[in-house]
């Protein structure tokens, strides 16, 4: 983990927020009916926290290793239009979105909770975990929410980024 002038410092300069899905934006559990449909369980004050992030102007997207109509369409109701599903390698869609909006790593900011996120988690110039992601990930982020998965950890890192605006 790094000092937390290092941690101000590359948040400073963050214009975009990535966001893994299962274990971030939720609490990482898959809940299925007996009819074979999915739940997802999706935290509203993480929700307001992207809404107020997308205000304030900066770049959302998601990249996810499973693939679900439930994210597409919590996606559509947050305004994040940046959406890459079912991916097991993340770093590809990282490397096109950076591409796509001429951004560099430095100014990036990634929450990953699983050994999947590691690779972008290593690239990105702020990188972040829930307080229950797996230790190799904690290990390596810049940041370990003081939240878990699905209960406000994307809110926390979102407060960080507001509260270190630069632009």
Not at 27 to 46: A, C, M, P, R, T
Not at 106 to 117: H, L, P, Q, R
Not at 131 to 152: E, L, M, T
Request: hydrophobic residues 40%.
């Amino acid at each position: 983990m790094q000092s937390k002038l290092s941690i101000n410092t590359r948040l400073k300069k963050i214009r975009l927020l990535l966001l893994d899905v299962d274990g971030v934006m939720t609490d990482g559990g898959i809940y299925l009916s007996n009819s074979g449909d999915e739940f997802k369980k999706f935290n509203i004050q993480d929700g307001y926290g992207i809404t107020k992030l997308r205000l304030a102007g900066y770049r959302i997207g998601i990249i996810t290793g499973r693939v679900s109509n439930i994210v597409a369409r919590r996606a559509e109701e947050l305004g994040i239009t940046e959406v890459h599903q079912n991916l097991e390698n993340k770093i590809e869609a990282y490397e096109k979105i950076i591409a796509k909006w001429n951004l560099a790593d430095k100014e990036v900011a990634y929450i990953g909770d699983d050994e999947f996120d590691l690779p972008v988690l290593k690239r990105a110039g702020f990188s972040a975990a829930p307080s229950d992601a797996v230790s190799p990930v904690r290990k390596i982020v810049h940041y370990v929410c003081r939240r878990s998965g699905g209960n406000g950890a994307v809110r926390e890192v979102i407060e960080l980024i507001l509260k270190n605006k630069c632009h």
